[in-house]
């Protein structure tokens, strides 16, 4: 134990002052007259005894009074094994305020960040003598003060501009980089973190840091939150007259049941689905809406729940992409190989003209032009030029699909065409004579191609195959449907973002009698929609993320311009290069909207990051063992600030517990003291 003020303690002597007085008093006899003293020697025995005992303890109280209060007055300090020194030297102090997404969570109708921000005079108050003070907010990084406070010095926190925002804080990221970049060589170094501290520090702070004291600042458990974890399409084929299935899966993380808690689903801002449900704590649900969108282009839709303390994970945007028209162009070698495929394409596109068919017979492809086309399908192609090549590998990395029906000439491609499409490599051909035939199955029943096709007799519906090329497949090549002695049939080639859809056999009757079976149409049906359903533009972005939007050639020199949710109109310059718009870091959640010139072009939303999700939490004796109990203190909330800074710097404090034991002694001091009703009736 230290003392503040070690001077007082002269006052130490003063404790004798009841002593020197009961000595004294003993020294002046008092006469009492007795008129019998046949009682004298019981009264020695018994009253006098207790009358001496009373006085003694009563002197002792006294001295007891003396002392407490003079030791009270010296600021008593109960020392502890805390790194900071009194100094005059100037002691360095950096705040660290978290203002990301899950800082939005609101107990008794104020935010964590608001109650952060009405902490931090409190905090500014505490701080003694010279102090270098830097102050950082998380989401983005950012210096919000940075400036030398001397004692006595007012400054008004309120006036620093700390909003909340949507984006992910990387709290332990800017702890690093922050404290890494001061360089003064401060005695006393001080780091206060505000924040709700999603995860734990890395290990490396155990020993990076060991000059700096940490104050942990953290906030209330989560009380109150049903959450929107996740929407998603169930199939990826999507038509204006097809039902479209949504799974959505809502999680309660909260330690409370809800009970009653209404989902609704709105499609266009039109409400088409009601859930009502009980959520138990800590679990979720999956509710599957079935819709008709009942147009093509962009639906827009969203998902809402009721509100409670957090507000950011109550409503989720969505938008999915339903083609109005598919460009279909379709390269053969002969006129009898292109007359298959364009029955089959007419049968698909109807009286709706769903398709725009371009057919090409081309025995050797030198050029192609492909620039308004979402699907290419090849049949048994000979040669390809370099020229030709470059044009196909062009057209994937735009988003484009290819069908590639392979057959006698697929021998003949060089390894050049093959290693730059990332073909399957040839090995032969395989035969069969009389009427025997390979029979197909199917490899891959979870594919998209091949969900939700109703087929009674799957053998029935697969063809028959009389010869087929053997092939290997590549890396990342997966089966979709495979000949019975499990060489591939119908494999997916994933390329530049984008897929080539391979068959081993031509939709030839020499080779077999797929174009005579009914699952024929469907199947290139489904593949068609896949290939031209390009979801890049509306898929979602991550708050703080890039969004990638390809735009179509001959409107790149429109006046491009996005539409933010809470109503900003901003200028975008597309990436010529790239033939897109790159938008840096979304800052705000909601639906965007983008424009060429004053004509929609596409939508899509933004979703918090999952590391903003308001129940992750590390828990305070994780984060001290990191750091260490002598190096880091954990100040919970409602607790005062200032006297717990005080306490750690300095020691605890005393005072209190002094002045208790003045008072008891005070008050134990009067009772015994106190003239009885006795002796009270014999004075009178």
Not at 280 to 305: A, N, T
Not at 329 to 340: C, H, R
Not at 506 to 524: T, V
Request: aromatic content about 8%; overall charge neutral; charged content about 25%.
């Amino acid at each position: 134990m230290s003392f503040l003020f070690p001077s007082m303690l002269w006052g130490l002597a003063a404790v004798s002052i009841p002593l020197i007085i009961h000595l004294i008093s003993l020294r002046h006899t008092k006469i009492v007259d007795f008129s019998s003293i046949r009682h004298i020697k019981a009264l020695e025995n018994e009253t006098i005894r207790k009358l001496k005992i009373r006085q003694w303890i009563l002197i002792v109280l006294r001295m007891g009074i003396i002392t407490a209060l003079v030791l009270m007055v010296s600021g008593p300090i109960l020392n502890n094994d805390s790194p900071w020194i009194p100094s005059e030297n100037e002691s360095t102090i950096v705040i660290i305020i978290d203002n990301s997404a899950s800082m939005a969570v609101t107990r008794d109708r104020q935010s964590y960040l608001d109650k952060v921000k009405s902490e931090l005079p409190k905090l500014v108050a505490s701080f003694d003598g010279l102090v270098n003070l830097q102050v950082y907010q998380t989401t983005p990084v950012k210096l919000i003060y940075d400036d030398i406070i001397e004692e006595g010095m007012a400054i008004n926190p309120a006036n620093w501009n700390i909003p909340q925002t949507v984006g992910r804080d990387k709290i332990w990221f800017v702890v690093d980089s922050v404290l890494k970049s001061v360089t003064n060589a401060s005695v006393n170094k001080e780091c206060y973190i505000l924040s709700d501290f999603p995860i734990t520090p890395p290990s490396n702070f155990s020993t990076d840091f060991k000059d700096w004291q940490f104050y942990f600042i953290g906030q209330e458990p989560l009380s109150d939150n049903v959450s929107i974890s996740n929407i998603s399409a169930v199939s990826q084929i999507k038509l204006p007259n097809h039902l479209l299935k949504l799974n959505t899966k809502i999680e309660n993380m909260g330690p409370i049941e809800r009970r009653n808690i209404p989902v609704e689903l709105y499609i266009n801002d039109e409400r088409v689905g009601q859930i009502v449900s009980h959520f138990q704590p800590k679990k979720s649900k999956d509710f599957l809406f079935q819709v008709y969108p009942g147009k093509s282009g962009v639906i827009r839709g969203k998902l809402v729940i009721s509100k409670d303390d957090y507000s950011f994970d109550d409503i989720q945007t969505f938008e999915l992409t339903i083609p109005e028209q598919i460009s279909c162009k379709v390269i053969a070698n002969s006129q009898d190989n292109l007359f298959m495929l364009k029955t089959v394409l007419e049968a698909i596109s109807g009286k709706d003209r769903f398709l725009d068919i371009e057919l090409k017979v081309m025995d050797n492809i030198h050029r192609v032009y492909l620039d308004e086309t979402d699907v290419l399908i090849l049949q048994d192609p000979k040669h390809l030029t370099a020229s030709a090549i470059e044009s196909l590998k062009r057209f994937l990395g735009r988003g484009g699909s290819i069908l590639w029906f392979s057959g006698e000439n697929y021998s003949e491609l060089n390894s050049i065409t093959q290693s730059n499409l990332k073909l399957p490599k040839f090995i032969e051909t395989v035969r069969v004579t009389g009427e025997s035939y390979f029979s197909v199955d199917v490899t891959d029943r979870e594919n998209p191609i091949l969900q939700e096709l109703n087929l009674r007799d799957v053998s029935s519906a697969l063809p028959q195959v009389y010869q087929y090329n053997k092939i290997e497949n590549q890396t990342g090549q997966k089966n979709i449907l495979t000949i019975n002695n499990n060489d591939p049939y119908f494999i997916e080639i994933p390329h530049s973002g984008s897929q080539i859809y391979y068959f081993t056999s031509p939709l030839d009757l020499r080779w077999n009698d797929f174009g005579m079976k009914g699952l024929l149409i469907p199947l290139i049906h489904r593949l068609l929609i896949l290939s031209a359903t390009n979801e890049i533009n509306t898929s979602m972005v991550e708050v703080g993320q890039e969004k990638y939007i390809k735009i179509k050639k001959e409107l790149i020199n429109k006046k491009w311009s996005l539409r933010t949710p809470s109503g900003n109109k901003i200028l975008v310059v597309p990436d010529y290069n790239r033939e897109a718009l790159i938008i840096s870091k979304i800052q705000e959640l909601g639906s965007y909207e983008v424009f060429a010139g004053d004509e929609f072009y596409t939508a899509f939303s933004s979703k918090l990051s999952p590391f903003e999700k308001p129940s992750l939490r590390a828990r305070e004796d994780q984060v001290i063992s990191i750091l260490g109990k002598r190096r880091s203190v954990w100040i919970r909330p409602g607790v005062n600030i200032k006297e717990v800074i005080s306490t750690q710097r300095q020691g605890r404090a005393l005072w209190r517990s002094f002045l208790i034991i003045a008072i008891a002694c005070m008050l134990l001091e009067s009772y015994l003291s106190r003239m009885k009703p006795e002796a009270k009736k014999l004075k009178s």
